[in-house]
């Protein structure tokens, strides 16, 4: 099965469906991207995008509200706070201070830093 993700004007993913292998076949029988696409576009019109759901492709299997990205060929999930920036590499979001290692944390946005939770004993 492939997956194909609906974008708008804005490239944002508005919804993902499943396609299935046959209907990616090109006339000499081999998958083909464009297939799926057109396949997607004369079903419910729209722009697609194949995405992967073990991210073989694209970086990340697309989500709801993920916006694709033409020049770096990836799904970009949403910017959890806005001081992180994107790693044009891997294409995930990091903060300004790397989270530290030991312990469970939480981002705070106003202080620019991570905050230790206390967790109950297990």
């Known amino acids: 099965m492939a997956h194909y993700a609906e974008i708008d004007k804005d490239n ?3 919804r993902v469906i499943v ?3 046959h ?20 079903l419910y019109g729209g722009n697609w995008v194949q ?29 959890p706070y806005p001081s992180w920036s994107l790693g044009q590499e891997s294409c995930d979001w990091t903060p300004p201070v790397p989270m530290p ?6 981002w705070d946005e106003e202080t ?3 905050q230790e939770i206390n967790l109950p004993p297990v």
Do not use: H
């Open 12 to 14: 944002t993913v508005l």
């Open 19 to 21: 396609v299935s292998n």
């Open 23 to 42: 209907e990616l076949l090109d006339g000499n029988g081999q998958e083909n991207e464009t297939a799926g696409k057109l396949f997607c576009q004369q």
């Open 51 to 79: 995405t992967s759901y073990n991210g073989n492709i694209r970086k990340r299997y697309a989500g709801i509200g993920f916006v694709y990205d033409e020049t770096l060929d990836a799904f970009i999930p949403p910017r």
């Open 101 to 106: 290692v030991e312990g469970a944390w939480i």
């Open 112 to 114: 620019l830093s991570w």
